[in-house]
């Protein structure tokens, strides 16, 4: 199994800047992707940036220019840089792994993983 443990949310003011942390551990083969969501109450969730294994980054239209996505091939662990926040920033932010896992002896899987989600407000 994988295990997510995320850090770095909390509340500041419009303007500001937050560093999300996430962490996998477990039995990881390799990791394909890791990103970062986010969800209001009463919407979808929605993908706020995404980091493949090569590299290669995608940003949801809001948040180009302000956040950078980044990540730690040797730590299992991705980061979420966020300047220039607004208050319509505020969310739950969840951490997303597709990671390779053996499921049984010479036998892989492609799953996905969630963490636990971190709270981030941003006042006005």
């Known amino acids: 199994q994988v295990q997510l443990v995320e850090s770095g949310g909390g509340l500041v003011q419009a303007g500001g800047s937050l560093r999300l942390s996430c962490a996998a551990s477990?039995?990881?083969?390799?990791?394909?992707?890791m990103g970062w969501y986010r969800q209001v109450p009463g919407k979808q969730r929605e993908l706020v940036a995404a980091i493949i294994s090569g590299g290669s980054t995608n940003y949801a239209d809001s948040v180009k220019g302000r956040f950078t996505i980044s990540r730690d091939n040797a730590k299992n662990t991705v980061y979420l840089q966020m300047n220039s926040l607004k208050p319509e920033d505020t969310a739950v932010y969840y951490c997303?792994?597709?990671?390779?896992?053996?499921?049984?002896?010479?036998?892989?899987?492609?799953?996905?993983?969630w963490g636990q989600g971190t709270q981030v407000t941003v006042s006005s």
């Open positions: 997303n792994v597709r990671a390779v896992v053996a499921v049984a002896p010479s036998i892989l899987g492609e799953y996905d993983y």
């Open positions: 477990g039995s990881i083969f390799s990791i394909n992707s």
